[in-house]
């Protein structure tokens, strides 16, 4: 049976959803907010996110964007109120698969999770990869060649970022919104001390990456050249 996280805090129309989607048999998680449907996002299982825009902890946009930088692939549909253009293409370019303006036809919104369920299941395995890295974010990995080291969920989310960045430096900022999330205090060297021990993994598993810094800006993940 096909398995779905709905994200939304309206527990009516939670409770209306969640009965067309199992009357079609369709299975059905719910989350009131972003950051419980993070930590679900990132465990293995959801065929799809279904995510209403106005959470009680930000927009549920954000969340679609977290998990498009942290290189999970998860289609999402956004359920919203806002039903201008502008808003429908701003969900759409920030990475959802599917966006659906509230009211709306339950017929029509089951027929749409139905659609998103049929995509190949390629498109949900990709694994980020730079240079000699392939990052596993269902495994809570990362592999150089045959040599693979676990990482912290923190670690994790962080090379992701870096790798997909693709040697572009990452604010600081950015980098411990995606480790940490959106509301959780962090400590002024957290940051620092994930990318020492990061460093440390990437070197024991033999890569010719390096966490490159710049002082006060953020972080790089780059290939440094040996030296002649």
Request: hydrophobic residues 45%; positive net charge; contains cysteine.
């Amino acid at each position: 049976m096909a398995r779905i996280a709905l994200v939304e805090d309206n527990q009516r129309l939670a409770k209306f959803v969640r009965q067309a989607l199992e009357a079609a048999g369709i299975e059905c998680d719910l989350f009131l907010g972003i950051e419980t449907a993070w930590t679900a996002a990132q465990q293995p299982g959801y065929g799809l996110l279904v995510i209403d825009r106005g959470l009680p902890d930000g927009d549920g946009l954000l969340l679609v964007k977290r998990l498009r930088s942290a290189g999970i692939k998860h289609p999402c549909m956004i359920l919203s109120a806002r039903d201008a253009m502008r808003d429908r293409v701003q969900g759409l370019d920030g990475g959802a698969d599917d966006y659906l303006t509230k009211p709306f036809s339950m017929e029509e919104f089951v027929a749409r999770v139905r659609a998103l369920l049929r995509r190949p299941a390629i498109l949900q395995s990709l694994t980020p990869q730079m240079g000699d890295i392939e990052m596993r974010p269902q495994a809570g990995s990362m592999a150089c060649g045959t040599h693979i080291v676990t990482l912290a969920p923190a670690e994790l989310q962080i090379m992701l970022s870096l790798v997909t960045s693709n040697g572009d430096t990452v604010r600081r900022g950015a980098l411990e919104a995606a480790a940490w999330g959106l509301r959780e205090a962090v400590t002024p060297n957290a940051l620092d001390v994930a990318v020492h021990r990061l460093k440390r993994k990437i070197q024991a598993i033999g890569s010719a990456l390096q966490i490159v810094n710049t002082r006060g800006y953020g972080y790089a993940l780059k290939e440094i050249p040996s030296a002649p």
